[in-house]
């Protein structure tokens, strides 16, 4: 059995330790609620854009722009894409780096494969949000851009509008072909998913997943006879949009990326806790054990004692 002292230690350490994770807690609670507000501030916005991207791709026809069409591969040709990966800065958050670096290296393993298939190569480049899954896929032999560095702590829409133009610029240079946002998704208060978007070129039927909802149902005015003019022409509307689109998509995941991360470090110190609480419950049963064991072998001393004397 353990001494007294050792368990006292035992119970200040987890004491000390609870504090910190109930510290840790509040914290997360408070960044989560903030960036939150910071999201559903601009969602409006962000919306209508959506909307309109929409609305002018069902209506107006075909539409002239490098971001709506998808290039074609033949055999022997190369597909070169480039995932924008959003993880955490910090650890401490359950399993939620894991998920993200797990998915993205599943996602990359499968397109390999399914190009060498079709006897296309395949070339990507991994630009990392965060500390923590940069160094995770770095040391599982991925390729990670070393100078893409871009925190996910307190985002703002100027990091956002830069990333955005990286893509943008890349893509028409043909640096990029393919290019894909993985982030996490916040579907309830407590259930989070990890997910993988394809933002350019743009697909307007899964652009609306990216806003609030109801996103995916816009158009429906025009397809029932209504009609919108465009000024100076269609093309340069919509080349407008997707400028803004793109800017709100990336915005938009580093947001909810951001709160995902708070949530997952909010549930993680919260359960933290409550084995905390557990343990202490434990040592506490162990302390007054080990008490009452020390005051009987004490009397027993003293019994004793008074028996030899007489």
């Not at 854009?49 to 998808?70: V, Y």
Request: proline share 3%; aromatic share 8%.
């Amino acid at each position: 059995m353990e001494s007294l002292n050792d368990i006292k230690k035992r119970i200040k350490s987890v004491n000390d330790i609870s504090q910190l994770t109930h510290a840790m807690q509040l914290v997360s609670a408070s960044k989560m609620r903030k960036s939150k507000q910071q999201y559903d501030m601009v969602s409006p916005f962000f919306t209508l854009c959506a909307e309109s991207l929409m609305e002018l791709h069902r209506s107006a026809g075909d539409i002239d722009n490098p971001f709506l069409k998808l290039r074609q591969k033949r055999s022997g040709e190369t597909w070169k894409i480039a995932y924008f990966v959003l993880t955490g800065d910090q650890g401490l958050a359950g399993a939620y780096n894991n998920n993200i670096v797990k998915i993205t290296e599943e996602h990359i393993q499968k397109k390999v494969m399914e190009n060498a298939k079709k006897h296309i190569k395949t070339e990507y480049k991994l630009y990392v949000f965060g500390q923590m899954g940069s160094g995770k896929l770095k040391k599982d032999g991925f390729a990670v851009d070393p100078d893409f560095s871009y925190p996910i702590t307190d985002p703002s829409y100027y990091e956002a509008r830069n990333v955005a133009n990286i893509i943008r610029a890349k893509y028409l240079t043909g640096e990029f072909d393919l290019v894909y946002l993985i982030y996490t998704k916040m579907e309830s208060a407590i259930a989070m998913k990890p997910v993988i978007s394809r933002v350019v070129p743009i697909d307007t039927v899964s652009l609306g997943n990216f806003f609030a909802s109801g996103a995916e149902d816009a158009g429906l005015a025009l397809e029932q006879g209504s009609t919108v003019d465009y000024h100076p022409n269609a093309d340069a509307v919509f080349s407008f949009l997707i400028d803004t689109g793109l800017n709100a998509v990336v915005y938009g995941a580093m947001v909810e990326a951001f709160a995902c991360e708070q949530t997952a470090r909010m549930q993680a110190m919260d359960n933290a806790n409550r084995n905390a609480d557990e343990m202490m419950k434990e040592l506490t049963m162990k302390s007054n054990r080990a008490r009452q064991a020390r005051i009987t072998n004490e009397l027993n001393e003293i019994v004793n004692g008074a028996s030899q004397v007489e």
